[in-house]
Structure formats: structure tokens, C-alpha cells
């Protein structure tokens, strides 16, 4: 185990084990014959770790974790070479099923809530994580050993909507960038706090504003006025089939997406389209050459079984192909 965070971290509060399978027709009541299960490491922040790690970022993954799938869990990360810190939790890690039926190509994802985690367990894992920090205000020699923070997915149960907003200000104190993908409640709090970015998609901006948010005008003027509120410094909007928007202090550029069909479900492309997105950020691209990495890597992610991810020699193939953004 490392002595220090390294110079990305990402947090996954409500991880999974996440199974994928296929079967040749959904139907009530019948027994279902499925193919071969695939298992992999899941949960927001954990996909975006191990897309983050393929790229080649000096990245870790904390996660809270329990029982026999936590343990799995952490046996798959560890195959793959991702760094990782398990903090225990008494709950079990849950499973997540995800069934792709062939006759029709649509896919059927079952999403369980997640185990109680008490106040206890997540304030031990911040805590631990700033511990590894420099001293709030003291002097530095050189930039923080960590860059940023990649918080990604739900809360479990037992856990306040605050948690995230909480965050926040611990990376403010600490001097690190935080990235943030959820919804709901927790997505209002944190950004009251502020972020460094925030990785909406369109369905839930529109559910957090309570607006239809109908067309490009109006997704500009909604990802700017949360910059210019400083909710976020950085606003990436996902917009499904239509691409994505990105917001910045700079200006706003929006890319359309790549005509690629999901052969195996959409599973984890929006968190293939975050890790490139802060991996070209953190590498010192400017915005509008990130979007395109974010766009190039959540079309690789159609490409790929399950929640195998983006595999990096076709993000590498397909940023080629996206257009340059469109200025807004």
C-alpha cells in the first residue's frame, strides 16, 4: 500500500460487484437461459479508476467494501493492476446484474441499493484520506501529491445527502480539484459547495432544476449560470445519442457523439467519458481537446462486454474521429 494518495483518487461510497449476462429473450414468469456470467469491479468511481489506470494516470482507488463480493471485488481490481485501498464496512458489498437480451440488442440493468454504511465508516475513510494530505494552510514546498479527487456513483443507505457537499470542502481545505458524478439531493448539496467539476447528464440537470431543458440554448445557459454561480468550475453535460457540452469560465464547446451502436449495452460509458475527460484535464489539454477525449471514450465503452470499459487502443482510435467542438 502506498504512503500517499496518488495524484488522482477516486471514491466509490456504494461500490458493486457487477455481473453480466445474456439471454435470448426477456419474458415474466419463465425461466430465463443466460450465457456465461462475466464479473467486474463496479461502481462509478471504481470504473473510472480503471479506465483512468489504462490510460496510464498514477491513479487510486478508495472504495468502502464488505463481505464475500467486497473481497471479490478487490481480488478483480487487483488483477487488473489498479491500485486500491478496501476500507471495511459490516455491510456486504452488493451485487448488480445486468442482462443484455440478444434477439433485440436491448439490455436489462438491476441496480440494488447498496448496504447500510453508518456515519462512522465513511468519516473513517475521509479521514484516513486527508491524513495523507499536506496540513490545511500550511506551507508547501510544491503542489499536493494529489491532483484530484474522482468521486462517482450513489450513496448507500444509512449515509446523509450532505456526504458529497462535505467533500467538497475538505477539498477545498486540502487544494484539490474535485470531480463529482451523482444526482438527486446529493448532487443540490455539493454543488451549494462548489466543485471543481461536475459531470451531469441531461436527464439529471433536468430532474436537479426542474426545467425541460428542450435544446442547446437552453443547455448552455443552465451549464454556465452553474459557472458562473461558481457551483462548478467546470460543467461536462452528457447528452446521450446528441453528444456532450462542456462549460468553463473560458466558454462552452459541444461535440456531437460517434454513430456507434452499443453492441452489449451502455453499461459504464458514462463514467468511461469522466475519466478521460479529468485524464486529459489533468494531462493539461484544453477544454474543447478533453471533450473529445470524453467523447471518444464513452463510444469505446459501447464497444466492450458488460462493465469491461473502454479498452484504451480504441479510445485511442476513435478521438480521431470526433469532430473539433463546436464553439457555443
Not at 493492476?81 to 436489462?108: C, K, M, Q, W, Y
Not at 480539484?177 to 466543485?195: I, M
Not at 494531462?283 to 469491461?308: K, M, N, Y
Given at each position: ?75 478483480l481490481l487487483a488483477a487488473e493492476g489498479v491500485a486500491t485501498r478496501l476500507h471495511p464496512i459490516a455491510g456486504d458489498t452488493r451485487e448488480n446484474l445486468s442482462v443484455v437480451e440478444t434477439s433485440t440488442g436491448r439490455e436489462f440493468r438491476f ?61 477545498r481545505r486540502q487544494g484539490v480539484r474535485l470531480a463529482l458524478d451523482t444526482s438527486g439531493p446529493a448532487l443540490a448539496a455539493a454543488l451549494q459547495a462548489g466543485v471543481a467539476l461536475v459531470k451531469p447528464s441531461l436527464r439529471e440537470l433536468r ?122
Amino acid at each position: 500500500m502506498q504512503t500517499r494518495p496518488a495524484g488522482i483518487v477516486t471514491l466509490t461510497l456504494n461500490p458493486a460487484l457487477d455481473l453480466a449476462t445474456t439471454t435470448a429473450q426477456v419474458a415474466p414468469t419463465h425461466k430465463l437461459r443466460c450465457g456465461p456470467v462475466q464479473r467486474f469491479p463496479g461502481g462509478g468511481g471504481i470504473n473510472v479508476a480503471r479506465v483512468l489506470h489504462r490510460l496510464g494516470s498514477d491513479v487510486e482507488a478508495w472504495t468502502l467494501a464488505g463481505g464475500a463480493a467486497g473481497a471479490q471485488m478487490g481480488a478483480l481490481l487487483a488483477a487488473e493492476g489498479v491500485a486500491t485501498r478496501l476500507h471495511p464496512i459490516a455491510g456486504d458489498t452488493r451485487e448488480n446484474l445486468s442482462v443484455v437480451e440478444t434477439s433485440t440488442g436491448r439490455e436489462f440493468r438491476f441496480v440494488l441499493p447498496g448496504p447500510d454504511v453508518t456515519p462512522d465508516e465513511w468519516q473513517a475513510l475521509l479521514t484516513d484520506l486527508t491524513a495523507l494530505m499536506p496540513e490545511p494552510g500550511a506551507e508547501r514546498a510544491a503542489p499536493p501529491a494529489t491532483r484530484w479527487w474522482v468521486a462517482s456513483g450513489s450513496l448507500p443507505p444509512g449515509l446523509p445527502d450532505t456526504i458529497y457537499a462535505d467533500l467538497a470542502h475538505a477539498a477545498r481545505r486540502q487544494g484539490v480539484r474535485l470531480a463529482l458524478d451523482t444526482s438527486g439531493p446529493a448532487l443540490a448539496a455539493a454543488l451549494q459547495a462548489g466543485v471543481a467539476l461536475v459531470k451531469p447528464s441531461l436527464r439529471e440537470l433536468r430532474e436537479l432544476l426542474q426545467q425541460p431543458l428542450e435544446g442547446p440554448a437552453d443547455w448552455h445557459r443552465v451549464a454556465m449560470s452553474l459557472v458562473q454561480q461558481g457551483q462548478a468550475e467546470v460543467v461536462a453535460l452528457s447528452l446521450g445519442e446528441q453528444g456532450a457540452l462542456l462549460a468553463t469560465p473560458g466558454g462552452t464547446w459541444q461535440a456531437p457523439a460517434l454513430p456507434t451502436v452499443a453492441q452489449h449495452g451502455t453499461t459504464g460509458a458514462g463514467d468511461c467519458f469522466l475519466a478521460a475527460l479529468v485524464w486529459a484535464l489533468d494531462r493539461g489539454d484544453a477544454p474543447p481537446e478533453a471533450l473529445r477525449w470524453g467523447i471518444a471514450a464513452g463510444a469505446a465503452a459501447l464497444q466492450s462486454p458488460g462493465t469491461s470499459l473502454a479498452a484504451t487502443a480504441d479510445v485511442q482510435r476513435l478521438v480521431a474521429q470526433v469532430p473539433t467542438p463546436t464553439a457555443l
